[in-house]
């Protein structure tokens, strides 16, 4: 595939309503989403992609019943518990973007110690987003750059670089396309500093059905969109 992007964003929904159409409670949607995380991650790692970052939880999923929560926060256990090995023989490194404090103790440590164990592979980021939400991570960020004024680690000279910077993605390639599964036609909070430029892909497929002829047809349509970044593309006379 040419025009391949480097780095990938996907908004996992419809879980909810995969389970409903079955007649199977919400969990059940969550926990085939779970197992087409490892399906997806393994193909984009095939594919060649750099990274791939995956709304897992957001600052709002909060709000949902204790059981669901209970139920999402446990996921990382299956997920690692099933996965690391076959992600280690392929390479691919694990991270995370959110506000870590706040997850629970047991899924905070299976995530460190993913992280840790995959530090040194050379495939795919898989990057999980977890207790993520993009106004918490912007305020954290001019918190910290307030911080850094203050203790005259910085001067006051910010631009946006340097701001890009005090953001969780500081270390990851830029946002070249973002995709939202199940129908929903918005961004929910998720990487809207990072999004300005990238490319947005809609689909109506549930993200349990995700699967590779699916990802291949987003891809299709990134590959076929000219991006300008706000200039004039001169090869095409426009
Ligand atoms: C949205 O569907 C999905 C979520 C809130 C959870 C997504 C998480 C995963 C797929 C697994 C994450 C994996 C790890 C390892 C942490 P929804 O419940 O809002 O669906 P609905 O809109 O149909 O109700």
Not at 40 to 45: D, P
Not at 122 to 127: K, Q, V
Not at 129 to 144: C, F, M, P
Request: hydrophobic share 40%.
């Amino acid at each position: 595939m040419k025009n391949l992007p480097k780095h990938v964003a996907i908004i996992m929904d419809g879980n909810g309503r995969w389970a409903k159409a079955r007649g199977k409670i919400r969990t059940e949607g969550h926990f085939q989403g779970v197992k087409n995380v490892r399906n997806i991650a393994i193909y984009a790692n095939e594919l060649g992609i750099e990274c791939l970052t995956l709304y897992a939880f957001s600052t709002e999923n909060w709000k949902r019943p204790e059981d669901e929560v209970n139920y999402l926060m446990a996921l990382p256990k299956f997920f690692f518990e099933s996965y690391i090995k076959e992600l280690m023989a392929k390479d691919i490194r694990i991270k995370m973007i959110g506000e870590m404090a706040a997850i629970p103790e047991n899924a905070r440590k299976i995530f460190m110690d993913a992280i840790k164990k995959t530090a040194n592979n050379r495939g795919m980021i898989l990057n999980f987003a977890l207790n993520y939400g993009s106004h918490q991570e912007i305020v954290r960020a001019a918190r910290k750059y307030a911080d850094d004024v203050l203790s005259h680690k910085r001067q006051n000279d910010l631009d946006e670089n340097g701001f890009a910077d005090y953001l969780y993605t500081k270390d990851l390639p830029p946002l070249d396309l973002m995709i939202r599964t199940s129908g929903e036609k918005r961004l929910s909070n998720f990487l809207l500093y990072q999004s300005a430029y990238s490319e947005m892909v809609f689909t109506d497929i549930l993200w349990p059905d995700f699967d590779r002829d699916v990802f291949d047809l987003c891809l299709k349509q990134y590959e076929q969109r000219d991006r300008r970044f706000g200039g004039l593309n001169e090869d095409k006379n426009n």
